[in-house]
């Protein structure tokens, strides 16, 4: 339809007619070589994006519009994959150098974006600061209109919703046609009126000159009425957009949070069918003991943490079944609990001495607990709370890969308030292990309580993401838990690079634990591997039983991205020295497409002849059980590696450790244990040089950071002055010596290195002395290192 007004054509909303008129125009995409400006608020074009360290800066397809930058991997996926978007509202942008700059959201988001050139690169703040402008002035607006918008029933239904929004989307498309359609006619006219006007300044004074002005003055109110046209067409779709920008807001809200609720839904599913899965399989996997357990004479710990970074998701495939475990035949359940130690006699057990029944013992009336557990103090239970400080972590870590990190510097943010002497003397935090182990009667039985006080000193490292501080060179630590727990506890930092530390237990209850243990990180990129070196010793005075093991490897992941999480992989081979009796443990690493539970460990106690007496099955992080084997019998090869499986017939598990629930508040609190809250509290009497006593570790848990820091690198700078000074002396005595080859004179104050313990390893025993000095309160001998 055309409407003729005073002899002018004028264009009429949403008229086909007119909308014929309008020659239509192809828009081409190409590939530019810079970044092009797209009709409306939309700029595409070609960065360089920030990767990884790996492939470093990766060429990406950037698009520019309505407030939201997004890029592709090519312009094809433009049309249906995303690899990522930023909203510009909440977004900061900063200016690196000539080429590079960094848009960011507050942390959540974070892209490190390069130019070709630094034209370019100006081309795109310029794009990015006005799209910003735009969006936190449009989000402004929509807030503040949202709230007068009518909402839709809820009885509406769901049906009525959809209809709705179509009903508005082509309403919105209507407008946009004719947005498009004033927008050629604008600039139709606008060409008319410049003609002319040119034919204006090229006649001369005559009669002819009325009708061109006439001519002139109709093409200028064309244009003018067209003008408006188009600016109340501009004003009605950005009140429609207005009007329905809140309630699409809220829809988008009930649409993800119903995402969020099936997403939810179905990882119960998940876990459900898991769990019924291997209920109905009925058996647990278990790692197959060492073929020839008599002829190792020392524990060993195998990491499972590869240099190679593309192995740390241990995603690959699922370990082949090799012992399962199936419920015993009922004949061995014609005996009570009470009277197990009747088949132990059938079984042959290696003494023919009765077993350990865990309800009588945890009732034994000679049990020192019920009189000696009253504590003679009341300890803290609460450190003040973590701050909230922030800092880079890649920052600091990007320098490090394939380094040493005990000789990087870090600052206390990355750090929990305790040394490592005090997380090594978390290891007894379940010490009533050691003490039932001490009454058990059989060694076998024994060696489960001692497999399962190994496995549970890495329950505490689950959400223990901060790194202790590295002690200085004479550094120590005392925890004396005589008369609460029957225990006395001294650590010594022997030596610093390699930093090794010494640690010597012992207990009025019948047991020793002694360990020397040395500790090699490697920052891997993804990953941080932390591998302990060295083997723990453990000695009943009753029994004559040695027992001796290694840790397994732990291992920090997400260390440049995302949240850090805590892994722990290896295998552990508890050996009784004196009967040759071993558990072999194995600590599974996680995988994302494992069927079965995180943190799992299981472990078959088998003796000297390789026959299998018990099986433990449990994660680290919770508990362990253990049941004892009736009989075994060899299964069929597996057809993929030609192994076989040995099925054990067991008795019902029984519950061998649990831990301890964390105190209250302690995601605020390092997630602190109830006994690494007392860890460093202030006691009287200790040596000068025990850990307590260490300044930056104090104000680190009071809160001041920064003057932690400052204290940290003094203290640092005192001992590798006091190291120096130790060199010097070294080699002034090498100058006399006949060899004159220059040796380190520093000698641990409480230990002593001894090159045979009879274990065939050298090892820093304790020598004695630190408890009679802390009696007499004599510490002359102490160093000054604070």
């Not at 002139?216 to 600016?231: G, H, K, P, Q, Y």
Request: charged share 25%; net charge neutral; proline share 5%.
């Amino acid at each position: 339809m055309l409407t003729y007004v005073d002899g002018l054509t004028l264009p009429v909303v949403n008229s086909k007619p007119l909308a014929d008129t309008v020659k239509p125009r192809a828009v081409v995409m190409s590939e530019p070589k810079a970044p092009t400006a797209a009709p409306g608020d939309t700029y595409k074009g070609w960065l360089f994006k920030w990767t990884n360290y790996i492939k470093g800066y990766q060429r990406r397809w950037f698009v520019l519009s309505n407030g939201l930058l997004s890029y592709y991997r090519t312009q094809a996926e433009m049309g249906h994959t995303c690899r990522g978007t930023i909203n510009l509202a909440t977004a900061n942008i900063a200016v690196e150098d000539s080429c590079n700059f960094v848009i960011s959201n507050g942390g959540a988001q974070t892209y490190h974006l390069k130019a070709s050139s630094e034209v370019e690169r100006q081309r795109w703040i310029t794009a990015l600061e006005l799209a910003k402008a735009k969006a936190v002035r449009m989000q402004a607006e929509s807030d503040d209109s949202g709230d007068e918008c009518p909402t839709t029933p809820p009885a509406a239904g769901q049906g009525s919703r959809n209809s709705e929004v179509q009903s508005t989307l082509r309403t919105l498309g209507s407008k946009v046609e004719d947005l498009s359609t004033c927008n050629d006619l604008i600039a139709k006219h606008g060409s008319a009126l410049q003609r002319s006007l040119s034919e204006l300044e090229g006649i001369k004074l005559g009669g002819e000159t009325s009708d061109k002005i006439r001519q002139v003055t109709e093409r200028a109110t064309l244009f003018r009425i067209t003008s408006n046209a188009m600016i109340n067409a501009c004003r009605d779709f950005l009140a429609l957009a207005q009007a329905h920008s809140k309630r699409w807001q809220k829809a988008l809200q009930a649409e993800r949070e119903q995402r969020v609720r099936l997403e939810e839904t179905l990882e119960q599913l998940a876990k459900q069918h898991n769990h019924l899965e291997r209920a109905f399989r009925g058996a647990t996997v278990l790692a197959a003991p060492p073929s020839n357990p008599a002829t190792d004479s020392k524990g060993s710990g195998k990491g499972d943490a590869s240099d190679d970074e593309e192995n740390e998701f241990f995603d690959a495939c699922e370990e082949v079944q090799e012992f399962i475990t199936v419920p015993a035949d009922p004949k061995y359940h014609r005996r009570s609990g009470s009277n197990i130690s009747g088949i132990s006699s059938e079984m042959g057990m290696d003494d023919g001495t009765t077993s350990l029944d865990e309800q009588s013992l945890a009732s034994n009336p000679e049990s020192p607990q019920s009189h000696e557990l009253e504590p003679v103090r009341k300890r803290r239970t609460r450190i003040p709370d973590k701050p909230n400080y922030s800092l880079n972590l890649w920052s600091i870590m990007k320098n490090c890969i394939g380094k040493e990190l005990s000789k990087i510097p870090m600052p206390v943010n990355f750090n929990e308030p305790i040394s490592m002497l005090q997380r090594l003397s978390e290891d007894l935090e379940y010490s009533e292990l050691l003490d039932r182990a001490a009454k058990c009667q059989s060694s076998l039985e024994q060696l489960c309580y001692v497999a399962a006080f190994t496995i549970s000193s890495y329950s505490t490292t689950v959400h223990r993401t901060g790194k202790p501080f590295n002690p200085l060179l004479g550094e120590t630590f005392e925890l004396d838990r005589l008369q609460e727990s029957g225990y006395r506890s001294l650590c010594e930092q022997v030596s610093h690079h390699p930093p090794a530390a010494a640690h010597h237990a012992i207990s009025v209850r019948g047991w020793t634990l002694r360990q020397e243990i040395t500790v090699a990180s490697k920052f891997r990129g993804k990953y941080l591997s932390i591998m302990p070196l060295g083997s723990i010793h453990c000695i009943f005075e009753k029994s004559n039983n040695h027992y001796s093991w290694k840790k397994v490897t732990t291992t920090v992941h997400n260390i440049i991205v995302g949240k850090l999480w805590i892994d722990q992989s290896g295998e552990i081979d508890v050996i009784n020295h004196r009967t040759g009796d071993r558990c072999h443990l194995k600590f599974a690493p996680y995988s994302y497409f494992s069927r079965d539970v995180a943190r799992k460990v299981t472990g078959v106690v088998t003796d000297k002849d390789g026959k299998a007496h018990y099986v433990l099955s449990g994660t680290w992080d919770e508990k362990m059980e253990f049941s004892r084997v009736m009989q075994s019998s060899r299964g069929g090869e597996d057809g993929a590696e030609g192994r076989q499986k040995t099925v054990y017939q067991t008795l019902k598990a029984r519950e061998l450790w649990r831990k301890n629930p964390l105190p209250e508040g302690a995601e605020t609190m390092y997630y602190f244990s109830s006994l690494a809250l007392t860890l460093n509290e202030p006691e009287d009497g200790v040596a000068p040089t025990d850990s307590r006593r260490r300044p930056d570790q104090r104000l680190m848990e009071q809160g001041l950071w920064d003057e932690a820091n400052a204290e940290k690198q003094r203290l640092e700078e005192k001992q590798r002055s006091v190291r120096r000074e130790r060199e010097r002396e070294a080699a002034r005595l090498a100058s006399t010596s006949e060899d004159g080859i220059p040796q380190d004179n520093y000698k641990a104050l409480w230990f002593e290195r001894q090159e045979d313990h009879g274990m065939g390893e050298p090892m820093h025993i304790y020598k004695g002395g630190y408890w009679e000095a802390k009696e007499q309160n004599n510490w002359d001998a102490c160093p000054d290192i604070f």
